[in-house]
């Protein structure tokens, strides 16, 4: 079994099998990465354009190392020095990409649809490294893969999802990939950063975080994405701290065995504080570096063509 497609839009898309194999896929790449030469040839002769249209450290860094460790070429595209800033289209822009060589387009965009949009009219491979609002598909399969190296399945988790969930196409791509992966998922935060209609995709809201803190196998927190707030959506960052923040007080309603996710960036002293960040809970450095990982899977999975993920380097 493969992926449908040429393209990673997002979770909503793909089948609890297919993505259990890019977490399986993930399992090896991993173990490559710990070795002292991290190199395979898998890629070898393919070209991954990295094209971000927003800031990005994890997403787009984690990107290029999975493709160099695959010995695959890498193009990263400063759009500010770029002909987007001479008014070129995001289809030119890929089209020409294209041409140069590229295999696939790696797509961060504040468009929502962005990365569904281009996949419609390039004949080159498309993954969405985050599209405005909507998913965030890399993240969350890191998120579930990170979590799997710590529990046995994702079946039957409580998983409470906390934050600014509006705005959050983290949430969405986590919401879409712990329910196809049969966990049981809860959304915390605001109500003014709550999208309507949200239990829709089989999540309960829940307020009140120190009654359900103590019932949860994991709690993700989310950045609160203050450059995404046209108006005040809560009265005070105190406020949203004594509510929905994570910090000291809160870790002892946590259980021993909790894990404590963040996507990162972190708002230290607004979602999370240093000591969440320290506790050893939290596996916020692990998501990082499972980044890698699950990037180089669905790199593989997309672009190998029936080639051996790990063959010796000659
Ligand atoms: N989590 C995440 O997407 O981080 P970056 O914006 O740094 O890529």
Redesign the pocket.
């Known amino acids: 079994m493969g992926l449908r497609g040429k393209d990673l839009l997002g979770l909503e898309d793909l089948t609890a099998e297919e993505i259990q194999l890019i977490l399986d896929t993930a399992k090896p790449c991993k173990e490559i990465l710990s070795r002292t030469i991290k190199k395979t040839p898998a890629l070898r002769g393919k070209a991954v354009a990295n094209v971000f249209y927003e800031?990005?450290?994890?997403?787009?860094n984690s990107f290029e190392m999975a493709a160099k460790t695959m010995s695959a070429d890498v193009i990263n595209v400063a759009v500010a020095q770029s002909s987007v800033k001479k008014g070129e289209s995001l289809i030119d822009t890929a089209e020409t990409l294209r041409a140069i060589g590229a295999d696939v387009i790696v797509l961060?965009h504040y468009a929502a649809g962005a990365a569904a949009f281009l996949a419609r009219h390039i004949d080159i491979c498309v993954i969405n490294a985050?599209d405005g609002w909507h998913e965030?598909p890399t993240?969350a399969l890191l998120d579930l893969f990170t979590i799997l190296e710590h529990k046995a399945q994702i079946a039957g988790l409580k998983v409470l999802i906390v934050g600014d969930i509006l705005h959050s196409r983290?949430a969405r791509s986590n919401i879409w990939g712990l329910t196809k992966l049969g966990a049981e998922v809860y959304v915390a935060g605001p109500p003014t950063l709550i999208p309507t209609g949200i239990e829709k995709l089989g999540v309960q809201v829940v307020y009140d975080l120190d009654k359900y803190l103590p019932q949860m196998d994991v709690v993700n927190l989310l950045r609160v994405q203050r450059e995404r707030h046209h108006r005040a959506v809560f009265p005070s960052i105190r406020d949203y701290v004594r509510s929905f923040g994570l910090h000291k007080d809160r870790l002892k309603l946590l259980s021993d065995d909790c894990l404590i996710l963040h996507?990162?960036?972190t708002n230290l002293g607004v979602e999370i504080t240093p000591d969440v960040v320290e506790d050893p809970r939290a596996v916020i450095t692990e998501q990082v570096t499972n980044g890698v990982a699950v990037r180089m899977a669905l790199l593989y999975l997309l672009l190998a063509g029936g080639r051996k993920i790990d063959e010796s380097v000659d």
Do not use: N, W
Request: glycine share 14%; aromatic share 0%.
């Open positions: 800031p990005s450290t994890r997403t787009r961060r985050g965030h993240q983290v996507p990162g960036p």
